[in-house]
């Protein structure tokens, strides 16, 4: 029988862990925020929980709840027959997750469901359950998204990022699951392969240690897990449990035969005793090289081999007065990874984007990660030398873009994503945006420095079009290119040329009219692309309203979600005529229910009566347009619009604020107080742009009253 799941992941390793379930055998792969949605049998839901790296939990939806009043809540979990599940000498946890204006505080919330399921045992003359919030027989998790909720119960137990090997924490302990997600995105399992070291410097507890050797000597990582959530639900087959658990023993009884050279080095004694105990109870004592020494100590002389992984997550500088020796720190680190280590994979992760600078060397990818509640960035470093060159041709960002197109092409077909970003600066020598659209390139080439000679701005160019039809297998003549100037105070999409060249492009089964000649900007904004995901997820029944709506591409993926009404508001007349094109492309008809509306959104929205359930907030970061009243600083002026917006707002309602501003901050203090405010930027930036900094951020605000 197939199951449908819902496994759930840190927002960000949603990518890896698609990669994960489709390799373990499960189908209909569905990324979501934070999760992946899929189908699979007992098997193969036992062999995630056995084998996924990157998983948290494997919930199991069982019912889908009304959250818009207390005692309808109640009746909902009441009526579900939770005698299939539990008995009196069975336990059970509730996990809750959300809030609106009803639930404002996850205890609350689970106290309600423990509530409602006594009930029903108390309603039937029936002895209930007891709890057990530690090690329950059933643990049930409750997702609470504005006024629905999805209820699932959880078959992986109590966490799969608890993999039996920390016996031994420190004070900073990375998680399992994010040392894992780490390494992965860093190439450590080819690297592995092919016989590359793996180097902690700062090994603290051993977190990218342990979880790199297991990966490379094939160690499942529930491997140490006595039992998970499914061995106690009724009815669940495991009849093959017994034969996948000899499977992955063996596995890794061979696998650490065949371990490449593993270090771990810490300068603190507590942290290196952590270390050593944690690699006993993961059965790898014998094949890590542990050592007690500062990263000052670093050298060649350490018999490192020719190639590797160098791994590390130095300390972020927490308490008062670190500040200078921290910066001397990471300058250190970068210095030893460019003298010790120049022909290998270094992979930094840190929360101190500030000190970047400071290492002293520019990531070819930077990819947006939480440590917990931290936003961090894993800053990848490759080879600055190497001792072969086979193989290497001269045309350094036809490498850089194989490279690339190797890592996205894959992902993006799996997905049915046919327009996505191939390159974004990734080489600061040649800079430009790479975005592919169908078996059409578009080019976005940003201007050059008046310090750079302009001979040799234009050979690389050339570079550049030879390496994409190399790589690509695209002519000339389907590759666009335009040169996108620093934007002072006007407008950043302003009309280019006069070709009228349109092309019909689709993203997640919608369809858009998008332009490479006439414009700066093609009409779809591709790192866009989860925020509209999003919006389409939400926007079932509800009224929506996209303000600044440029070609209202949100628009289109809120009618296919299901909008009951919808709104887009725009100066432009243009962009207006192109977004009736887009709901038509889709068999939309603008009409009462879905409005089109030209006005200058500033005033509009002062003078708009309107209740709205979802308010996509997508302003411009300068605007001095004739045809509005005053002008407009998004630095300053934000606080007011969200202000107005947020009069608008039906309660419980749900706006997202996204803008490309650099340096930009949110004026929490003057936002209205019933307005629930959260940066989701890591849940809204799609793989292919995760390379890029600071690219842009996203804000979810939802009112509570």
């Known amino acids: 029988m197939e199951l449908t799941l819902f496994v759930t992941t840190a927002a960000g390793f949603e990518p890896l862990l698609g990669d994960e379930l489709r390799s373990l055998g499960a189908g209909a792969i569905r990324p979501g925020i934070a999760g992946v949605a899929c189908q699979a049998s007992a098997e193969t839901t036992m062999r995630i929980a056995l084998w996924s790296r990157v998983a948290s939990r494997i919930l199991l939806p069982i019912a889908k709840l009304p959250a818009q009043s207390i005692d309808a809540f109640h009746q909902a979990v009441q009526h579900i027959p939770w005698e299939e599940?539990?008995?009196?000498?069975?336990?059970?946890?509730?996990?809750?997750?959300?809030?609106?204006?009803?639930?404002?505080?996850?205890?609350?919330?689970?106290?309600?469901?423990?509530?409602a399921i006594v009930d029903r045992f108390r309603s039937r003359g029936q002895a209930r359950p007891s709890i057990d919030t530690?090690?329950?027989?059933?643990?049930i998790h409750l997702r609470l998204q504005a006024d629905k909720a999805r209820l699932s119960l959880d078959l992986?137990?109590?966490?799969?990022?608890?993999?039996?090997?920390?016996?031994?924490?420190?004070?900073?302990?990375?998680?399992?699951?994010?040392?894992?997600?780490?390494?992965?995105?860093?190439?450590?399992?080819?690297?592995?392969?092919?016989?590359?070291?793996?180097?902690?410097?700062?090994c603290g507890s051993g977190s990218l240690i342990i979880e790199g050797a297991w990966m490379a000597a094939d160690v499942a990582p529930g491997l140490l897990q006595p039992a998970f959530g499914f061995h106690r639900l009724p009815g669940f087959d495991l009849r093959q449990w017994p034969e996948l658990r000899a499977e992955a023993q063996q596995r890794a009884q061979q696998g650490r035969k065949e371990l490449p050279p593993l270090f771990a080095w810490d300068h603190d004694p507590s942290a290196l005793s952590a270390t050593r105990h944690n690699l006993r109870?993961?059965?790898?004592?014998?094949?890590?090289?542990?050592?007690?020494?500062?990263?000052?100590?670093?050298?060649?002389?350490?018999?490192?081999?020719?190639?590797?992984?160098?791994?590390?997550?130095?300390?972020?500088?927490?308490?008062?007065?670190?500040?200078?020796?921290?910066?001397?720190?990471?300058?250190?680190?970068?210095?030893?990874m460019r003298q010790v280590c120049p022909t290998w994979q270094r992979a930094l992760f840190s929360n101190r984007d500030d000190l970047l600078k400071t290492v002293g060397m520019r990531p070819a990818e930077e990819i947006l990660l939480h440590n917990g509640p931290l936003p961090c960035h894993l800053w990848l470093f490759p080879p600055t030398s190497h001792s072969r060159d086979e193989g290497k041709t001269t045309n350094h960002f036809a490498n850089r873009l194989q490279k690339n197109v190797k890592q996205l092409l894959p992902w993006a077909r799996r997905e049915g994503i046919e327009c996505l970003r191939l390159y974004d600066a990734d080489m600061p020598e040649y800079a430009a945006?790479?975005?592919?659209?169908?078996?059409?390139?578009?080019?976005?080439?940003y201007q050059a420095p008046d310090t750079v000679d302009a001979d040799k701005a234009r050979h690389r160019f050339q570079e550049m079009l030879a390496g994409i039809t190399q790589v690509l297998q695209i002519p000339e003549e389907r590759i666009f290119s335009k040169v996108r100037h620093v934007q002072t105070h006007g407008n950043a999409y302003g009309k280019q040329d006069e070709e009228n060249h349109f092309l019909v492009v689709r993203e997640n089964g919608l369809q858009f009219r998008v332009n490479l000649t006439d414009y700066l900007d093609s009409g779809l904004f591709l790192d866009g692309r989860l925020l509209r995901q999003q919006i389409r997820q939400q926007a079932e029944g509800k009224r929506f309203l996209n303000l600044f709506a440029y070609t209202a591409s949100a628009t289109v993926?809120?009618?296919?979600?299901?909008?009951?009404?919808?709104?887009?508001?725009?100066?432009?007349?243009?962009?207006?005529?192109?977004?009736?094109?887009?709901?038509?492309?889709?068999?939309?008809?603008?009409?009462?229910?879905h409005q089109l509306i030209q006005a200058d959104c500033l005033q509009w929205i002062r003078q708009d009566k309107q209740s709205y359930d979802l308010i996509l907030l997508a302003p411009p970061t300068f605007s001095n347009s004739?045809?509005?009243h005053?002008?407009?600083?998004?630095?300053?002026?934000?606080?007011?619009?969200?202000?107005?917006?947020?009069?608008?707002?039906?309660?419980?309602?749900?706006?997202?604020?996204i803008t490309h501003a650099r340096r930009f901050r949110l004026q929490n203090e003057a936002l209205p107080g019933q307005l629930q405010v959260q940066e989701i930027t890591t849940q809204t930036v799609p793989r292919d742009f995760q390379r890029a900094s600071h690219f842009h951020r996203t804000w979810l605000m939802q009112r509570l009253d």
């Open 557 to 593: 993926y809120a009618i296919a979600g299901g909008a009951r009404t919808t709104t887009s508001v725009d100066l432009s007349r243009t962009y207006l005529a192109w977004a009736a094109a887009n709901l038509t492309l889709n068999q939309y008809t603008p009409q009462n229910n």
């Open 281 to 336: 109870q993961a059965g790898l004592s014998d094949y890590v090289q542990t050592a007690l020494r500062p990263l000052s100590q670093l050298s060649r002389q350490d018999g490192l081999p020719e190639y590797g992984l160098l791994a590390v997550n130095p300390p972020y500088g927490v308490r008062q007065g670190e500040e200078e020796s921290l910066r001397l720190l990471y300058q250190q680190l970068g210095e030893k």
């Open 630 to 657: 005053g002008h407009w600083d998004i630095h300053r002026d934000h606080p007011n619009l969200i202000r107005h917006c947020y009069d608008r707002l039906a309660p419980g309602g749900r706006m997202w604020f």
């Open 85 to 115: 599940y539990l008995n009196a000498e069975t336990t059970f946890a509730v996990d809750f997750t959300g809030n609106n204006a009803l639930f404002r505080h996850s205890h609350f919330g689970a106290l309600k469901v423990k509530d």
């Open 134 to 139: 530690e090690r329950p027989d059933l643990r």
């Open 156 to 202: 992986s137990g109590n966490g799969l990022h608890r993999r039996g090997w920390r016996s031994h924490p420190t004070e900073a302990n990375l998680r399992e699951t994010l040392a894992a997600a780490i390494l992965l995105f860093a190439g450590w399992p080819a690297i592995a392969k092919q016989r590359g070291a793996l180097l902690d410097p700062m």
């Open 626 to 628: 004739k045809r509005m």
């Open 433 to 445: 945006a790479v975005d592919l659209y169908g078996d059409w390139v578009h080019i976005q080439e």
